[in-house]
């Protein structure tokens, strides 16, 4: 419930009016931005960060800093605010620059731009997510790494979230697997304001949130008063001895804190204060300086360079002791961190492809990827895989396969459940930490419940591999609801995700290589359920695949069309060239696994793969759409732009025309 605002001036101390006043003064000169939980949440933010928070400024990647998350990350100038406060290289320069074009505070805190900001936070619930990740890869890695005597991984996770957070689904997911793992190092503190944007939450959000995360297996402490140090300190200090339950606290607060008007209203919630009620704030809280300035004795108190500067350095002598004693250890932990790839994967990597690139089988893509898992999980153990219990028919084990528990040290893969969201998001967290790089799968139809996860990894930029099977009608049976047909194209349109439908074993491999090859992004794969018709190729084939698109069977003479295909309408589009060869017209067939590396390739190669001026049919069971970039105003799209039909697979492909006769008679209509 709602505090009532009421004469509590003995709370407000000089440090969290620096906070308070640094917060409202940056939304007001931005005119625009969220005050209300900033200034709602200053106490609890002075406590963790001034008194738990181990961190260093100096260094804001130091591997084993504590992370923190800001689920709720709409109040993102509080955590800028905690940042300048501390010493991290953000001058108040850009605190007067909040939410402005090429500032270092944007209007949600983004990871990479801003130091000292470890996720980027604003999809309500994802934030949390991602803390699970960094908490799940802290415990794995601790587990794998540690010995007696030398705990060279062990930080905490801090997460602050809202109402907002709480109402997402997202939160009862991975909050269900965080008390499930025991990740007894990760605490979170709950806004429980009783606001959000549309006024009090009575009317829409009356969960008994303590029920509700005893029964995941959380302890639980609170509520208690959010704005009392003392109170404060004394539950953190009680979730930090609990090692085996993920701690919630539950801060009964006051949104806006110290304005005279807006307190406790959704008024304060996501717009400026205005000049009367900062005026009326500063009153009430005693705070008598002017618009951004703070005293020096204030920066003296918060600032933790010193602090960190020691704590970075006792680790440093730890990990040299770790080292000594276990160089090994030491070293692969350290490689691990560091993202780069062993020798020995770069060895089984260029091995395995030489293999695909001559193999003659047919089989799924599904079953190709796994085969690709097989052949470079062993060179690589930082790959962490894991489903969204479809394990057995996205084929995400290998034989070298160990599921992780609590306290498991080798354990490389992760039953997350029927949790496609959290599944996601989570690994989105244990890519960030570092250590791991991990993926995921579902069928692609389910991609739907993690977009914004899948989204989010895009956006940030982070190594993770996600398997999607199951691709097209080629699914049968199962039907429509089951079968993907707008999803391929619409992650495509995702900026940084790399989308792979391979055809066949040798593209398969090497778009699995790519995803694990590649640092700046995620990559999505795919893959079918049905097996694929046999491709035949050469060593030369391998650079092309590469490339994202290239010609995979050269027109026998002067080639008068282009056929543009993809995943299992390769075979057609093959078959139909020889079928078209027999009848005297010489077309060429493109294969374009991955459009997004196509289209970063120059324009002399793509206009040469394309045939220039050549009419061009282009052939995916999925919409058509995206497809009338590549194939220009004289070819052709085969699509599928409406819902399937339940029935074997085979004969859906037949009804729906992806077959050669189809693709024949579109290219003679064109000629």
Known sequence: MQNTQKDDSAIYTPVTNALRALVMDAVQKANSGHPGMPLGMTEIAEVVWRHHLRHNPANPLWANRDRFVLSNGHGSMLLYALLHLTGYDLPIEELKNFRQLGSKTPGHPEVGMTPGVDTTTGPLGQGLANAVGFALAEQMLAA???????????????????????????????????GTWKLGKLTAYYDDNGISIDGHVTGWFTDDTKKRFEAYGWQVIGPIDGHNAAALEAATKEAIADTQRPALIICRTTIGKGAPTKAGTCDSHGAPLGADEIAGVRKAIGWEHASFEVPADIYAAWNAKAAGASAET???????????????????????LSGELPESFKQAAAAFEKAAI??????????????????????????????ADLAGSNLTHWSGTKEFLPGVADANYINYGVREFAEVS??????????????????????DYCRSAIRMASLMGVRQVMVFTHDSIGVGEDGPTHQPIEHTASLRLIPNLHVWRPCDPAETAVAWINAIERKDGPSALILTRQNLAVVQRDDSHLAKI????????????????????????????????????????????????????????????????????????????GVSDAWYKYVGGKGAVIGLDRFGESGPGGALFKHFGFTPEKVVEVVTRLL
């Open 314 to 336: 006792a680790w440093n002598n730890a990990f040299a002791a770790y080292a000594k004693a276990f160089p090994e250890l030491a070293a692969e932990l350290k490689r691990r």
């Open 358 to 387: 001559v193999r003659t089988d047919s089989v799924a893509t599904r079953k190709a990827s796994q085969q690709s898992i097989q052949a470079l999980a062993g060179s690589l153990p930082e790959l962490l895989g894991g489903s």
């Open 426 to 447: 989570i690994a989105n967290g244990i890519a960030l930490h570092g250590g791991y790089i991990p993926y995921t799968s579902t069928f692609l139809v389910f991609s």
């Open 546 to 621: 590469r490339k994202g698109g290239y010609i995979v069977s050269e027109a026998v003479g002067a080639a008068r069309a282009v056929l543009i295909a993809t995943g299992s309408e390769v075979g057609a589009a093959l078959a139909a060239q020889k079928q078209l060869a027999e009848t005297g017209v010489p077309v060429r067939v493109v294969s374009m696994p991955c459009n997004r590396l196509f289209d970063q390739q120059d324009a002399a190669y793509r206009a040469e793969v394309l045939g220039g001026d050549l009419p061009r049919v282009a052939i995916e069971a």
């Open 144 to 178: 794998k790494f540690n010995r007696p005597g030398h705990d060279v991984v062990d930080h905490r996770t801090w997460v602050f979230l809202g109402d907002g957070c709480l109402m997402e689904g997202i939160s009862h997911e991975v909050s269900s697997l965080a």
